[in-house]
T-cell receptor, first 117, second 110 residues
């Protein structure tokens, strides 16, 4: 499968614990996005990377959230001291962009569903 | 005001009907526009990009009105398999973030 891969698919954690999710984008894609989606809402932008550089973070992203993409390939999203309000589907997407094609289709992974109890 | 706003759903239509979804965006600098489709408990997938001149893909037609900052999606001859949530997506040059609307739910009934 050469699509976007996310692990784990499901995560149940106790409030206050830290969790880390992984995203493996499509191999040649240079842009990677993280989104959060709750029931009945569209995906909410969290952050994105161009290669290894984190170029934008949503104002909604609290200090408890951190994302990395150390080698410009896979990415991790860590949530520290989880709260019940963090329960959501966390979606990763990737795309291939260039100077000519600056905004192209983003392909999504199947997401990691986080439940904080 | 949210950056991307869509018609509130749900839309319940019979098979064969024509249905139109609307979307407005707030940033006049926006450059790229898409419609994504999301099935229940699945990830969003690109339905079609939206070009300035408008574009058509089979039963689907997308239109862009930059002056009014408005995007539309028209589905003709609805099929049961069109039942899904349709997400309007606008990409702003300032940040290259993909901003999604809340989505409009479509249910096509026999």
């Amino acid at each position: 499968d050469t699509g976007v891969s996310q692990n784990p698919r499901h995560k149940i954690t106790k409030r206050g614990q830290n969790v880390t999710f992984r995203c493996d984008p499509i191999s040649e894609h240079n842009r990677l996005y993280w989104y959060r989606q709750t029931l009945g809402q569209g995906p909410e932008f969290l952050t994105y990377f161009q290669n290894e550089a984190q170029l934008e973070k949503s104002r909604l992203l609290s200090d408890r959230f951190s994302a990395e993409r150390p080698k410009g390939s896979f990415s991790t999203l860590e949530i520290q001291r989880t709260e019940q309000g963090d329960s959501a589907m966390y979606l990763c997407a990737s795309s291939l962009v260039s100077v000519v094609f600056m905004n192209t289709e983003a392909f999504f992974g199947q997401g990691t569903r986080l439940t904080v109890v | 005001r949210k950056e991307v706003e869509q018609d509130p759903g749900p839309f319940n239509v019979p098979e064969g009907a024509t249905v139109a979804f609307n979307c407005t965006y707030s940033n006049s600098a926006s450059q790229s526009f898409f419609w994504y489709r999301q099935d229940c408990r699945k990830e969003p997938k690109l339905l079609m990009s939206v070009y300035s001149s408008g574009n058509e893909d089979g039963r689907f037609t997308a239109q862009l009105n930059r002056a009014s900052q408005y995007i539309s999606l028209l589905i003709r001859d609805s099929k049961l398999s069109d039942s899904a949530t349709y997400l309007c997506v606008v990409n702003t040059n300032s940040g290259y973030a993909l901003n999604f609307g809340k989505g409009t739910s479509l249910l096509v009934t026999p």
